[in-house]
Every structure is written in structure tokens, then in C-alpha cells.
């Protein structure tokens, strides 16, 4: 069974309008952690959020949000107000167990993001 | 700080040669990640180290794949001999431990083009 599952392949989104990207896991650990990563055509990738299985508020960085629906397993990537600069892969990806043991992180296959003028 | 540096950047080589590809993780960071990125298969971990010690490297493909970390500030990811089918990027990351969990850094990848 895929533990990060991304169910969109590609998205679309008029520049300024805001957007959720989704993202749901399995894990029967109590601590994890859940990351979001974004990937330009370029190739890098690039940190954007972070949110602790024992955090209680949503994160959020700037124009990233994280809506964190623990008993559904969910960890939703929403971005306002869009810019033609968020055009790019993101990848959701987990972290399970504690942060000094086992360390094994697993990616998603990531969702295409295109915004239009 | 530079980041993680990998290198090379791009690579092109022939059926059967050997590949050698190297990181050096950012200072400080005691976690050391290769990853392969293709198209069918997403992002994959091949290995990776904690305080230079290989942990898991049950995402190495074959025998023909092997990594090392002689220090704390170099890992090279070696292919021999290399197959079409390694065409890949090779994404090198580091991370420290702590209470909380940290994010990867990742290096800029190398692009792997075996004919």
C-alpha cells in the first residue's frame, strides 16, 4: 500500500485565485511528520511546510498553508493567491517514527501545477 | 552556507562504463540521502546514512549500484557498469537530527543520460 498517496496528476489555476493540492497518508505511528516540496522545471527541490502529527494548529509559511485532517489522514497543500512563479511539481512526503530512530522518508508522486495569467 | 553540492551536474555516458556521482551535504548535517527520480517510478530512496553509516540501502537497485561515505562531508553514488536503464536524476539531500523533524536539503540533482 503507497503511504503518501496523490490523487491529482495535474491542477490548473488562474493566477491570484488560491488552490488546494491533496494529499493523503497512511501510517499507524503516532509521531510523524509531513512535508511539502515544490519542484520547478529547473529540477531543484525546494522546502516549503512542515507539519508535526502533534502539532494542533494548520502550518503555515507565507502564501502555504497546510490543512492537517488527522483522522483522515490528510495534509492538504493550499496556496493563495497564486503566482505564474508557483507553476511547478509538488510533492507531499512523511516522515514516521521519532526523529532520532528510524528515518525512512516516502514521497508521493507529486502533482502538477500550472498557473495561468 | 552552500547548500548541498552535487556533482556532476549532467552526465552522458556509454553502456558498461562506470559512474561515479558525488555530494557533499551541508556542514553540520548528519543525514545523507541518494534518491532517483525518473518519470514511471517518481522519486525513489536508494540509501542513506546517518553519521556516515549506511542505515538502509534496501532502495539500492542491484548490485551494480554502491555508496559511500568515507566522512562526514563527501558520499559518492557509483554505478558499474552503468545500463540505459539508470537514466535517471540523482538527487543527493542532507538533514540533522533533532527533537523535531527536520526537512531534507536537497542538491541540484544530476542528470544521468547512459546510451
Known amino acids: 500500500a503507497q503511504k503518501i498517496t496523490q490523487t491529482q496528476p495535474g491542477m490548473f489555476v488562474q493566477e491570484k485565485e488560491a488552490v488546494t493540492l491533496d494529499c493523503t497518508y497512511d501510517t499507524s505511528d503516532q509521531s510523524y511528520g509531513l512535508f511539502w516540496y515544490k519542484q520547478p522545471s529547473s529540477g531543484e527541490m525546494i522546502f516549503l511546510i512542515y507539519?508535526?502529527?502533534?502539532?494542533?494548529q494548520n502550518a503555515t509559511e507565507g502564501r502555504y498553508s497546510l490543512n492537517f485532517q488527522k483522522a483522515r489522514k490528510s495534509a492538504n497543500l493550499v496556496i493563495s493567491a497564486s503566482q505564474l512563479g508557483d507553476s511547478a511539481m509538488y510533492f507531499c512526503a512523511m516522515r514516521e517514527g521519532r526523529a532520532g530512530g528510524s528515518y525512512i522518508p516516502t514521497f508521493g508522486r507529486g502533482t502538477s501545477l500550472i498557473v495561468h495569467p | 552556507d552552500a547548500g548541498v553540492i552535487q556533482s556532476p551536474r549532467h552526465e552522458v555516458t556509454e553502456m558498461g562504463q562506470e559512474v561515479t556521482l558525488r555530494c557533499k551535504p551541508i556542514?553540520?548535517?548528519?543525514?545523507l540521502f541518494w534518491y532517483r527520480q525518473t518519470m514511471m517510478r517518481g522519486l525513489e530512496l536508494l540509501i542513506y546514512?546517518?553519521?556516515?553509516?549506511?542505515?538502509?540501502d534496501s532502495g539500492m537497485p542491484e548490485d551494480r549500484f554502491s555508496a559511500k561515505m568515507p566522512n562526514a562531508s563527501f558520499s559518492t553514488l557509483k554505478i558499474q557498469p552503468s545500463e540505459p536503464r539508470d537514466s535517471a536524476v540523482y538527487f543527493c539531500?542532507?538533514?540533522?537530527?533533532?527533537?523535531?523533524?527536520?526537512?531534507?536539503?536537497f542538491g541540484p540533482g544530476t542528470r544521468l543520460t547512459v546510451l
Open positions: 546514512f546517518n553519521n556516515n553509516v549506511p542505515i538502509d
Open positions: 507539519q508535526g502529527s502533534y502539532d494542533e
Open positions: 539531500a542532507s538533514s540533522w537530527t533533532s527533537d523535531n523533524y527536520n526537512e531534507q536539503f
Open positions: 556542514s553540520g548535517h548528519d543525514y
